[in-house]
């Protein structure tokens, strides 16, 4: 069974930096694709970026230019760099995984961090 914990969330006032960790307790396969979401209150859950296997990245273009996500295959965790944070971001972040079983997959989800940006 896949697990995925986050670390990292907190307060940061507007302008500010934060960068949050998911360690996965298996390791990553190339049929992975990891990204983050996150969550405000009263709105759905939306994909603030992912990466796959081969490094290839996609960002909401809400966050282009401010953050940046990354994974260490070697530590099996994915991390999401923040920058130049805004009070929208204000948010509960999801670390994700879905891992490909030929036409099919299947989505793991961490418990989520909480993310609050102060104007």
């Known amino acids: 069974q896949v697990q995925l914990v986050e670390s990292g969330g907190g307060l940061v006032q507007t302008g500010g930096s934060l960068r949050l960790s998911c360690a996965a307790s298996?390791?990553?396969?190339?049929?992975?694709?990891m990204g983050w979401y996150r969550q405000a209150p009263g709105k759905q859950r939306e994909l603030v970026t992912s990466?796959?296997?081969?490094?290839?990245?996609n960002y909401a273009d809400s966050v282009k230019g401010r953050f940046t996500i990354s994974r260490d295959n070697s530590k099996n965790t994915l991390y999401l760099q923040m920058n130049s944070l805004k009070p929208e971001d204000t948010a509960v972040y999801y670390c994700?995984?879905?891992?490909?079983?030929?036409?099919?997959?299947?989505?793991?989800w961490g418990q989520g961090t909480q993310v609050t940006v102060s104007s």
């Open positions: 298996v390791p990553m396969l190339s049929v992975d694709i």
């Open positions: 994700n995984l879905r891992r490909h079983h030929a036409i099919e997959y299947t989505n793991y």
């Open positions: 990466i796959t296997s081969g490094g290839t990245t």
